[in-house]
């Protein structure tokens, strides 16, 4: 739409250099969308290769289990989170964060566990996994989220996989696949 002057015509008509503002938001919301695409492709080139994505998807297949022990795997988790950054407690009120037993904070366990579950699932389908990353993204940014807390999940993520796999945990490995996702996030927010 064009905006319409005293006089007849459009601010666009009498002045050719005129830019609207719908136009400018519209243009930085494309070019954001853009950049953080560009990121998240430069992301994807990382060290995260075919036969680590393969052993990664494998061993959390084993690891995620079922629901119940899912929830218990969780809990270990946010143990491990809160004992690294107990600040982070405030984050999570709408949840019940200082009570990791509640319902509430249960629920929140599995919507995360789902949410990397995705990602993992998605390690072979780069498009795919560029627009769960942007979705995660837009969603953690919205919620100020500070880019610190994504290497204190991945380090806690870490320490608890390797507790519960045992050897033939891959430190290495799950790193590569892991920065991948926290990093991408890290980039954009």
Known sequence: KTEKIEGGGSL???????ISKRYEERMATFLSLCATFCLISVSLGSDCDTLDRLL????????????STRIEF???????I?????????????????????????GHIARVYGGLDRLISL?????????DLHHLTVQHKTMNVSTSYFDVFREAL???????????FQRNTWDAC????????????
Do not use: C, M
Request: no cysteine.
């Open 82 to 106: 809160f004992n690294k950054a107990p600040e982070a407690k405030k984050l999570f009120d709408r949840v019940n964060g200082n009570d990791i037993n509640s319902p509430e904070f249960k």
């Open 123 to 131: 390690l072979d389908d780069q498009s795919a996994l560029k627009a």
């Open 56 to 67: 990664v998807k494998q061993q959390w297949a084993d690891t995620y289990g079922t629901e």
């Open 178 to 189: 892991l920065l991948l996702f926290t990093k991408t996030i890290q980039h954009i927010i």
């Open 12 to 18: 666009e008509a009498k002045h050719p250099g005129y």
């Open 74 to 80: 969780g809990q270990v988790l946010w143990r491990a």
């Open 158 to 168: 870490e320490e608890t996989l390797a507790a519960k796999i045992g050897p033939t």
